[in-house]
């Protein structure tokens, strides 16, 4: 048991697969506590009244994306649930979910942004579709159904309790640690209708959160759109429609920031590295004196930016490496304001 607090990359499948049995085993709002080092007066009363924080994050497009931080306290309970939440996922993940799946030591074939965009290269036309409002859209009814179902099948004290302890406002919060694994879990069943779908058609399909795409040797038509949007909206999701693009694949199109090249692999799209510059100069203004002293943005609202874009340029030194000359200018521009890097 001395690796039930360890991260997953240190784990083994099958010790990762075992953390996730305890969480099953564990029926009661009493039992999930122990597990969670939380007592079952704290965790009702958290159900009852959870404690969050919200503020607006700025995005690069100049917009603002709610966040929603919960107590400390609260936060740490989700992080260690969320741990285990991924033991059960990954136990039964469908082969095309590619977001938020943390590899084990063994791994080897891992889910992650660039598995999801390499599943497509090989194809000739590539559809992409968006969930619109994709954590708010889940409610907190949706997450209390599937904890009353396979695999958990808790009772309906444990499930409704559960069900509140990870949500606000009656939905999954943008900002809890739980909530991407369990977007995960309730995509379970449209992962697998869509996958099913995509194989009966010839496609190949893969969802990374929100993004979902499919691929082919034909192109796509208005008809097989329909019936992919009647898939979706049949499990409770929205298409958002702006963000639906048809491509060639000769063309370039972008998947979650990576450019898919016919026959070859992905890279950092043209997009994804000018979106990063305007991030990291907007937060250079942020965090400029006389933005500090006017106290536009909370110093959370402002950290928060901070991690987005130290995720981002982790991300573009995954896909280009540690001494790319690209990563070394970004991180030199965030680091010391170089803002005419280009």
């Keep these: 048991m001395q690796y039930f607090r360890q991260p997953f990359k240190q784990l083994t499948a099958q010790q990762v697969l075992t953390k996730g049995q305890f969480l099953l085993k564990a029926q009661t709002v009493k039992a999930i506590g122990s597990l969670l080092l939380c007592e079952e007066a704290w965790m009702r009363e958290q159900a009852a009244n959870p404690q969050y924080y919200a503020f607006q994050a700025p995005k690069a497009n100049g917009a603002f994306?709610?966040?929603?931080?919960?107590?400390?306290?609260l936060k740490?309970?989700?992080?260690?649930l969320a741990d285990l939440l991924q033991g059960v996922y990954y136990g039964i993940k469908p082969r095309a979910s590619y977001a938020f799946i943390p590899s084990t030591a063994d791994e080897t074939s891992p889910s992650n942004i660039y598995t999801n965009a390499l599943r497509h290269c090989q194809s000739k036309w590539v559809l992409q579709l968006d969930?619109?409002?994709?954590?708010?859209?889940?409610?907190?009814?949706?997450?209390?159904?599937?904890?009353?179902?396979i695999p958990f099948n808790y009772p309906e004290d444990t499930a409704l309790v559960m069900a509140r302890l990870v949500t606000s406002k009656n939905r999954l919060p943008m900002g809890a640690p739980s909530s991407p694994v369990l977007s995960n879990l309730v995509c379970i069943d449209m992962d697998h209708q869509l996958d099913k779908l995509a194989r009966d058609q010839g496609w190949t399909y893969t969802r990374y959160a929100d993004d979902i795409t499919f691929s082919g040797e034909r192109r796509f038509t208005n008809e097989t759109v329909e019936l992919i949007r009647q898939q979706i909206e049949g499990n409770d999701f929205v298409l958002n429609?702006?963000?639906?693009?048809l491509n060639r694949t000769e063309d370039e199109p972008?998947?979650?920031?990576?450019?898919?090249?016919?026959?070859?692999?992905?890279d950092l799209s043209e997009r994804f590295v000018k979106d990063l510059k305007t991030d990291i100069k907007i937060y250079k203004v942020l965090t400029s004196d006389k933005m500090i002293a006017q106290e536009v943005f909370s110093a959370e609202a402002i950290n928060r930016f901070r991690q987005h874009i130290e995720g981002e340029l982790s991300f573009v030194r995954f896909i280009?490496?540690?001494?790319h000359g690209l990563y070394l200018k970004l991180r030199f521009m965030l680091a010391d304001g170089m803002m005419g890097v280009e």
């Design 241 to 245: 429609y702006e963000k639906t693009a």
């Design 76 to 80: 740490d309970c989700q992080r260690l």
């Design 320 to 323: 280009k490496g540690p001494h």
């Design 65 to 73: 994306r709610l966040i929603e931080n919960p107590h400390p306290k």
């Design 131 to 149: 969930l619109k409002d994709f954590f708010h859209s889940i409610s907190a009814q949706r997450i209390k159904e599937m904890f009353l179902a």
């Design 254 to 266: 972008e998947i979650c920031g990576l450019a898919v090249k016919p026959g070859g692999k992905p």
